[in-house]
């Protein structure tokens, strides 16, 4: 993995890039002594190398067990407790991974419990009712609304179908140690479960079970995406120069542009796999810097598709952005241009090139003419989509993510903001002890 700086370092005053390099050293010590704000969330600085063979081995038995018996796993989980897997399973698996039904190895893995769409449960619902499924339920508390709802739904599905005895065979929860009504319930009903480590927020958990075992089911690597995750851990640490460490310069130079007035950072890809990766970085650099009115608003796009709809804002619109381009060195796959007699779409050209080396010839112009136009450009190169290098990319953008945090003055780890909304939508739904809250929102909209 390489990051290259030189092409957004121009538009920012050398002065205030060298005082925030400075201070990343600082600032990822504290990550690692433990001593910034929201010290008590700092599990995942040091997960990469706490996790242990025998600790992978009970995930791996696990995925085993549910891909035995299932033809669908259902992941319920919200934010950090399904984007994470998300991401991972979807860079990794075909394109048309859904509709590949002959010789499958591994179930089909669908999401539940990130919204509280009716049709989208519904039809959830209608898909499973000829399929044998299982149900990964991630919760640290068991009471968030989008995922205990879905989780009711399915669970009683699940038990009509295939009876408790089986059904429970057939569940995993992912919870907290000792408390909350996942961890009650699962106790209750003696489902198998995996900890979510209390120093682990939810945005940072795909390297616990959170992540891992749905990873785990969809037959993926696990031990390669630790591993990649690993040497990034000792690649980032504390003791590493600002010169050789990528997290550090990331975060310095994110902050140098939002202090120049670039208060909008668009992740790039040229990559379709490569989609829910960035709602996952959305998540983790929205929900971590987003506080006190202060944060770069993380926004994303998927080139070259986005270049024909947000390609004129980005080349012409307001000089508010900076880009952070994913580039793949490799691809997996080979497709080459055909040769056409006719060439009626004057393609000729290119026969006989890979389709991949046209698309980097689009990433390349596409680089240039955005930095001409007034956008700076981090661009960030690893080798090729796979575990290994997947689980670089995570740890990578964990670490510059709880530096930049505290190069900018906030606790990155906690999420005030997220808990107003569901304040108002208890009210609104009449729950036991918002009686109060109930009457002042009634009143307020009477």
């Known amino acids: 993995m390489k990051i290259t700086l030189n092409h957004a370092a ?10 925030l390099a400075a201070k990343t050293a600082q600032c990822n010590q504290l990550l690692e002594n433990g001593q910034g704000a929201g010290n008590d969330f700092l599990g995942w600085v040091t997960l990469p190398s706490s996790i242990t063979p025998d600790f992978l081995s009970e995930v791996e038995q696990t995925a085993k067990q549910l891909r035995e018996r299932c033809e669908v796993v259902v992941v319920a989980g919200i934010g950090g407790s399904y984007l994470g897997a998300r991401a991972v399973n979807e860079a990794l698996a ?57 989780f009711r739904l399915l669970k009683t599905m ?60 969809a037959g993926f690597d696990i031990r390669a995406l630790v591993k990649g995750a690993q040497d990034m851990e000792r690649r980032t640490a504390a003791d590493v120069p600002y010169a050789e460490n990528p997290a550090c310069q990331y975060a310095a130079m994110r902050n140098a542009l939002y202090q120049a007035g670039k208060k909008i950072e668009i992740l790039v890809n040229f990559n ?40 004129q ?18 691809a997996n796959r080979e497709v080459r241009v055909p040769h056409d007699d006719e060439n009626l779409d004057g393609l000729n050209f290119l026969a006989g090139k890979r389709v991949d080396e046209v698309n980097k010839m689009a990433e390349l112009g596409t680089r240039l003419a955005h930095i001409d136009g007034g956008v700076p450009n981090i661009l960030i190169e690893f080798e090729r989509v796979d575990e290994y290098n997947i689980g670089q990319f995570i740890y990578f953008f964990e670490r510059g993510c709880g530096i930049s945090g505290y190069l900018l003055g906030v606790n990155p780890f906690d999420q005030p903001g997220v808990e107003a909304y569901k304040k108002n939508m208890f009210a609104l739904l009449d729950k036991p002890g918002y009686e109060k809250e109930s009457a002042a929102i009634k009143a307020r909209l009477a």
């Open 313 to 330: 804002w980005i080349q012409d619109g307001e000089r508010s952005i900076f880009e952070t381009v994913i580039s793949i060195e490799k």
């Open 158 to 217: 699940l038990e009509k179908k295939v009876g408790k005895a089986e059904a429970k065979l057939r569940i995993v929860a992912v919870t907290d140690r000792a408390k909350g009504a996942l961890r009650s319930l699962a106790t209750q009903e003696g489902y198998k479960t995996f900890v979510i480590p209390d120093n682990v927020g939810g945005r940072f958990s795909v390297l616990t079970p959170v992540g891992l075992l749905a990873i785990a089911v």
């Open 94 to 150: 075909s394109s048309f991974d859904a509709f590949q039904a002959k010789d499958r190895k591994n179930p089909y893995i669908v999401y539940a419990g990130n919204n509280i769409g009716e049709d989208y449960l519904a039809d959830m619902m209608e898909f499973l009712d000829d399929k044998q499924f299982g149900i990964i339920n991630i919760s640290k508390s068991g009471t968030t609304t989008e995922t205990a709802l879905a």
């Open 272 to 311: 379709p796999r490569l989609h829910y990766f960035s709602e996952w970085w959305k998540q983790l650099y929205g929900e971590s810097e987003g506080k006190q009115h202060k944060g770069i608003f993380p926004a994303s796009v998927d080139f070259t598709t986005d270049l024909h709809s947000m390609g």
């Open 10 to 19: 121009s538009f920012v005053p050398a002065a205030s890039l060298n005082e």
